[in-house]
Nanobody
Framework: QVQLVESGGGLVQAGGSLRLSCAASGSIFSINGMGWYRQAPGKQRELVAGITSGGSTNYADSVQGRFTISRDNAKNTVYLQMNSLKPEDTASYYC???????????????WGQGTQVTVSS
C-alpha cells in the first residue's frame, strides 16, 4: 500500500524559512508528477508547486521566487523549501503524487495527511 508521509511543518516568524519533506513508501513501480498544495481555513485547496519526473517545475504566482520544489527520485521524496515566509502562507500543506504501484496497474493520485505551517507576523 502506497503512503505519502510529510514532515517539516511548524511555527515560524514572518521572513523565516521552513523545509517540507514528503516521502512515498510502499509498493512503488514509478512516480510521475509530485507537488505541494495548501489549504487555509475557509479557502479552497490550491496548488503551490509541482515537479515532473524529469524535474520541470511550476509555481503559484504567490510563491514564485520564494519557494523551491525539488525531488530525490532515488528516495521517492519531494521537498518544498519555503523562504521569506509571510503570514498569508499560513495553511495546511499537502503532498500529492501520481504513482503506479505495480507495472500492470494504472497511475493513481495519492495525498499525504497534511502538515501545518503557521507564520506569525
Amino acid at each position: 500500500q502506497v503512503q505519502l508521509v510529510e514532515s517539516g511543518g511548524g511555527l515560524v516568524q514572518a521572513g523565516g524559512s521552513l523545509r517540507l519533506s514528503c516521502a512515498a513508501s510502499g509498493s512503488i513501480f514509478s512516480i510521475n508528477g509530485m507537488g505541494w498544495y495548501r489549504q487555509a481555513p475557509g479557502k479552497q485547496r490550491e496548488l503551490v508547486a509541482g515537479i515532473t519526473s524529469g524535474g520541470s517545475t511550476n509555481y503559484a504566482d504567490s510563491v514564485q521566487g520564494r519557494f523551491t520544489i525539488s525531488r530525490d527520485n532515488a528516495k521517492n521524496t519531494v521537498y518544498l523549501q519555503m523562504n521569506s515566509l509571510k503570514p498569508e502562507d499560513t495553511a495546511s500543506y499537502y503532498c500529492n503524487a501520481d504513482i503506479r504501484a505495480l507495472w500492470y496497474q494504472p497511475t493513481l493520485e495519492y495525498w499525504g495527511q497534511g502538515t501545518q505551517v503557521t507564520v506569525s507576523s
